[in-house]
């Protein structure tokens, strides 16, 4: 009757860019679609640890599907303050320092029953996620040029996000494992 939960898989947490007090990085995950039909996935919440201690905790509009038989990843922005890095810490090389990441994504069963219960004010399904790893290696995205507006901020980014991405477009899709 209801669908598989999509599967999560917990890819990197790379590191984009080396600010003054903060690192920009992207919390990298795969997501598999659960069922025959493609899985409407709402949002992620999430947090990130370095060394054991908490460094960030967010909430980021999912704004995808995910295809059925196959994957799509997506990058999760986190903010990591300085203090949490080796002083020796550099965008251009993999960073040596221990991090976990934990969380959720919610998503829509397509089924007609799943559906009537959310449109009645019953939860969005959720699927949890974790990771670990030991290094943050650069990004592909650190190439990106910073923001001309120094006052940007984490939250005028995620608003821009979910105000500028076109909600018709599709995630680039990779076969399942």
């Known amino acids: ?8 898989e917990v890819e990197s947490l790379s590191l984009v860019r ?19 039909q493609a899985t409407i996935l709402t949002d992620f919440r ?4 370095v060394e ?3 460094a960030y905790s967010g909430r980021w509009a999912a704004l995808a599907a995910a295809p059925p038989e196959e994957s799509i990843v997506r990058r999760l922005p986190v903010v990591v ?13 993999p960073v040596d320092v221990a991090w976990s990441a934990s969380g959720s994504v919610g ?12 449109d009645l004010g019953f939860a969005t399904p959720r699927s949890d996620f974790s ?16 923001p001309a507006d120094p006052e940007t901020t984490v939250e005028a980014v995620t608003e821009a996000n979910v105000e500028a991405t076109d909600p018709d477009e599709r995630p680039e899709a990779t076969p399942a494992p």
Do not use: C
């Open 131 to 146: 990771g670990r790893g030991t290094s943050m290696p650069p990004s592909r995205a650190a190439a990106s040029p910073a």
């Open 81 to 93: 303050p300085n203090s949490m890095l080796p002083p020796s810490a550099s965008p251009d090389a």
């Open 52 to 54: 054991g201690r908490r």
């Open 18 to 36: 080396l600010g003054e007090s903060d690192a920009e990085a992207d919390l990298v995950v795969r997501i598999s679609g659960g069922g025959p």
């Open 46 to 49: 999430y947090s990130v640890f």
């Open 107 to 118: 998503w829509e069963d397509p089924d007609r029953i799943a559906r009537i219960l959310l």
């Open 1 to 8: 009757m209801f669908s598989q939960a999509p599967k999560i």
